[in-house]
T-cell receptor, first 116, second 112 residues
Framework: DAGVIQSPRHEVTEMGQEVTLRCKPI?????LFWYRQTMMRGLELLIY????????DSGMPEDRFSAKMPNASFSTLKIQPSEPRDSAVYFC??????????????FGPGTRLTVL | QQQVKQSPQSLIVQKGGISIINCAYE??????FPWYQQFPGKGPALLIA?????SEKKEGRFTISFNKSAKQFSLHIMDSQPGDSATYFC???????????FGKGTRLHILP
């Protein structure tokens, strides 16, 4: 398996522009997580889905952020309009639906977003 | 109550030494405590994990020590190597929740 796939790997945009980040989870995994990582705030959970349904979006910073999971193999995180304070590395992670003693989230390589 | 507090923020250890990272939590409903390792430019990856029914879990040079009464747990890296240089996150979750609460991370640098 190729693991969790994220695109693009790097994104540079100007303030006010719309940004869309994409994620393909590991096949067969039924939970998907979006995180944001910054030096100041560490690794923050933005939202997570279970069986394509949003379960907890309490970490989404504001209405400018939205996430969708139209099917089991694809999710997007959209920022509209983007602001310089949104600059961060955004990670997607997936989790198998098979319950084991240790539930391991598998992270993608991340998207480094820079908003000028 | 959802916080996991991690220290130190950064750590420098000589090759061959012992690296120790500490974490504390408040929520007594937490029942799963993983540690994730992150190399520069990569996503975090599960390193080792423990449930509170045991006080220690060892995998190779990596050991988790767990103190349920104090609500603290720590990662010990024995015989630390330059290849261990990375950022380490402690985390916690509970009530069969898939959501994991991460600590702020510790940047570990092992001197050659």
């Amino acid at each position: 398996d190729a693991g969790v796939i994220q695109s693009p790997r790097h994104e540079v945009t100007e303030m006010g522009q719309e940004v869309t980040l994409r994620c393909k989870p590991i096949s067969g995994h039924n939970s998907l997580f979006w995180y944001r990582q910054t030096m100041m705030r560490g690794l923050e959970l933005l939202i997570y889905f279970n069986n394509n349904v949003p379960i907890d979006d309490s970490g989404m910073p504001e209405d400018r952020f939205s996430a969708k999971m139209p099917n089991a193999s694809f999710s997007t995180l959209k920022i509209q309009p983007s602001e310089p304070r949104d600059s961060a590395v955004y990670f997607c992670a997936s989790l198998s639906g098979v319950r084991k003693q240790y539930n391991e989230q598998f992270f993608g390589p991340g998207t480094r977003l820079t908003v000028l | 109550q959802q916080q996991v507090k991690q220290s130190p923020q950064s750590l420098i250890v000589q090759k061959g030494g012992i690296s120790i990272i500490n974490c504390a939590y408040e929520n007594t409903a937490f029942d799963y405590f993983p540690w994730y390792q992150q190399f520069p430019g990569k996503g975090p990856a599960l390193l080792i994990a423990i449930r509170p029914d045991v006080s220690e879990k060892k995998e190779g040079r990596f050991t988790i020590s767990f103190n349920k009464s104090a609500k603290q747990f720590s990662l010990h890296i024995m015989d630390s190597q330059p290849g261990d240089s990375a950022t380490y996150f402690c985390a916690a979750s509970g009530n069969r929740d898939d959501k994991i609460i991460f600590g702020k991370g510790t940047r570990l640098h092992i001197l050659p």
